[in-house]
């Protein structure tokens, strides 16, 4: 009884820990900087995204924006690389200087930019990004410029990050689809006091960055480019070139129709003026710590939702906590209750009662001798019946203390496994952890990539150690060999499709494809960090480490394992004990898909549920996996080492068919490349974890399984 208590002892902690992680809060940044008037504020360009694509682009590759002049701005060069960290070129982040000149307190009604020509070839490429929604992304003061929304009661402001580069529009006259750029941008700037010693010096804060958006037709312009006024209604700058009438009728001579759209490059250009306005406005009511919130206040509209999927998850948590007390209490009364055993938890295994159902021909023989023996007889037949029975009904899990402990087949390939897996829980704990206390943030940008790479490398000693033990009890010799597995089989197939699929994205110029130099630093991370990681954590395990101590001894001869239920196979007990952890967070994953597909303009900070969610998800896949183990052992099959991996992470199955259907339902992605993109990275988020879960089912199997048969001993 003294485990159901502490189960139910981690089930209270479990909850009373509630209110601390629902309120994680952020840390809006490590250092504060201030501005006093006068002085230049540098805005820089990042990339475009879309909702429909998962190719993304860096500004400066833009066939229609203005190429960056290479002046100095705020003391930076235009057109200028940004240093970036793992996580934000992993993100498809191209950071650039550029020549808005932004300076505090200097309202600007309007600047002329540029006048960028356009062929037809960009003329059309812009037209396609129009089309697939395309968002550009500018940063000031580590804020990225957004587009403002209000709610539908008008209570509540919140920001989108991005702006649209263009819109579409319908002709009055023809009826066909026109396609205008937004070649005039209106920057608003929030701003208060600073805190504390550079307020008193007239030292200023940004705690806002708004986008505005306008096209403008290239016509009433003054002499300096900008237009005569920039707040009237004027008609926008359509991307259209006529065709070239005299080269197409020489092209179709015996044709009465010539196309509308010509795609040829006869020399023909498009001219786009680009202006903006620039303005400041005080605002004392957003604090500089709670800049970021104006992004996040979408979310606590849903903050319903994510009550819902926590208790949810407790229900279904709940439910199966009584069910693995059942199992607990049923094998404690098993082992020192009526079933055999003495008081020193010995097990007396006994002969079973024939299947064919007759009895004994001795007892048979003996019933003419009289009544009152042959009832005696009879009634000791019926005890031995009776006890025979009961054995046969409580010692299925009890005769397999001889092959219990038996190696599986692959142990090579399973031990490796394990220890990458072990890295993978490690990561998932920290970068939770980390969110949770606000340490990783939307203003980290790149932050959850880098700190998760780093995370998973530095646990290459945890790896080698749990890897190179597990490999040792499995009576492995070769531990070398195993060290490199664990070093480069699962992180090796990783690499390896990523950069299959990034040879499709170079193939498509976009921002997303890794480049050359960030692929070798990810194999040179894989070797010359990682790899002397996880030989250290293998020697340790193996050199300095006992093996796992089994309670039991293995029999040199295989029991052989009769025919199994259906639900007890392996594909269907992974499906079946799998749909339960995932009942536990589909609900969580939701919100999650629809930011990193759905809505990429809007940032995930609600950790604080997706860590409770998790924590209750984890503790399901624990108990589903005692439950499922249980009733493989009672149907005397010793073959669990495999299958509690495969249950613990049969839940990834059901989330990847969730994907599958999310794609199918919610996004509007089209075209070739983006598809792989999401369904392979879909995939690989599922693989990753399926093993971090199949994991926990393994130490979970194993620890049950040693404590189980730890007490007793078996003659």
Request: aromatic share 14%.
């Amino acid at each position: 009884m003294h485990i159901s208590l502490r189960i139910q002892f981690y089930r209270l902690f479990a909850l009373l820990s509630v209110p601390s992680l629902i309120n994680a809060f952020y840390i809006p940044g490590f250092s504060i900087k201030s501005y006093v008037d006068d002085e230049a504020i540098p805005l820089q360009v990042n990339k475009v995204y879309s909702d429909r694509s998962q190719l993304q682009y860096a500004y400066y590759d833009l066939p229609f924006v203005c190429p960056p002049t290479g002046k100095k701005h705020a003391g930076y060069a235009s057109g200028k690389s940004i240093s970036l960290n793992l996580g934000e070129v992993l993100r498809g982040d191209r950071i650039m200087t550029s020549d808005y000149d932004i300076v505090m307190g200097q309202d600007q009604e309007c600047q002329y930019l540029c006048s960028h020509k356009v062929d037809r070839q960009g003329v059309k490429r812009t037209r396609e990004l129009i089309e697939e929604g395309y968002v550009a992304e500018w940063i000031l003061d580590n804020l990225p410029g957004a587009t403002s929304f209000v709610t539908v009661d008008r209570t509540h402001k919140y920001y989108a990050a991005g702006f649209k580069i263009g819109y579409k529009d319908f002709s009055p006259v023809t009826g066909k689809q026109k396609y205008y750029i937004n070649n005039h941008i209106t920057l608003v700037i929030r701003h208060r006091p600073a805190p504390g010693r550079a307020g008193s010096h007239g030292g200023k804060v940004i705690v806002g960055f708004e986008i505005y958006t306008k096209s403008i037709e290239l016509a009433h312009r003054d002499s300096t480019g900008c237009p005569q006024d920039v707040h009237s209604e004027t008609e926008g700058m359509e991307m259209y070139i006529a065709p070239n009438n005299t080269r197409l009728a020489s092209q179709y001579p015996s044709s009465s129709y010539l196309p509308e759209e010509d795609d040829s490059d006869d020399g023909s250009t498009l001219t786009i003026p680009y202006s903006y306005s620039v303005y400041f406005r005080e605002d004392d009511s957003i604090e500089w710590s709670k800049r970021w919130d104006m992004y996040f206040n979408n979310q606590e509209e849903s903050n319903v939702i994510h009550w819902l999927a926590i208790i949810n998850s407790l229900v279904i948590c709940s439910l199966l906590t009584v069910i693995v007390v059942m199992v607990i209490n049923r094998t404690y009364r098993q082992v020192h209750g009526k079933d055999g055993s003495g008081d020193d938890g010995k097990l007396l295994l006994k002969r079973r009662k024939p299947t064919s159902g007759t009895k004994s021909p001795r007892l048979r023989e003996k019933a003419p001798a009289g009544l009152l023996q042959q009832e005696g007889e009879a009634e000791r037949d019926d005890d031995l019946s009776s006890d025979e029975e009961f054995a046969e009904d409580i010692t299925g899990w009890k005769l397999l203390h001889g092959d219990i402990f038996r190696a599986p087949p692959f142990a090579g390939y399973l031990a490796p496994l394990i220890g990458s897996g072990m890295q993978l829980v490690f990561m998932a704990t920290g970068l939770l952890v980390l969110s949770c206390f606000g340490i990783l943030n939307p203003s980290f940008r790149g932050g959850f990539a880098s700190v998760g790479m780093g995370l998973f490398v530095f646990a290459g000693v945890i790896s080698g150690y749990f890897s190179s033990r597990l490999y040792k009890t499995f009576g492995g010799v070769n531990w070398r060999k195993n060290t490199l597995m664990t070093a480069l089989l699962f992180p090796g197939l990783l690499f390896t499709t990523i950069f299959i699929l990034n040879l499709f994205v170079w193939a498509q110029a976009s921002s997303t494809a890794l480049p050359f130099g960030t692929l070798v630093g990810l194999i040179a991370l894989m070797l010359l960090i990682q790899l002397p990681l996880v030989y250290v954590g293998s020697w340790y395990g193996f050199h300095q480490s006992q093996p796992y101590e089994h309670p039991t001894k293995t029999n040199p001869i295989p029991r052989p394992i009769p025919e199994q239920a259906w639900y007890t196979q392996s594909i269907y007990a992974a499906l079946i004990a799998g749909f339960v952890p995932f009942a536990v967070v589909f609900i969580e994953l939701l919100f999650v898909f629809r930011s990193l597909w759905q809505d990429k303009s809007g940032y995930y900070y609600v950790f604080g549920f997706l860590s409770i969610v998790s924590l209750v998800g984890i503790l399901t896949v624990v108990e589903v996996t005692i439950v499922a183990t249980y009733i493989m052992l009672c149907q005397e099959n010793y073959n669990w080492w495999w299958q509690s991996v495969f249950i613990g992470g049969g839940s990834s199955f059901w989330i990847f068919c969730y994907c599958i259907v999310f794609y199918y339902t919610k996004l509007k992605i089209h075209g070739f490349v983006s598809g792989l993109l999401f369904f392979s990275y879909s995939l690989l988020a599922c693989s990753v974890y399926g093993l971090l879960t199949g994991t926990v089912g393994f130490l979970t199997a194993y620890a049950f399984v040693r404590r189980v048969y730890g007490a007793i001993k078996a003659d």
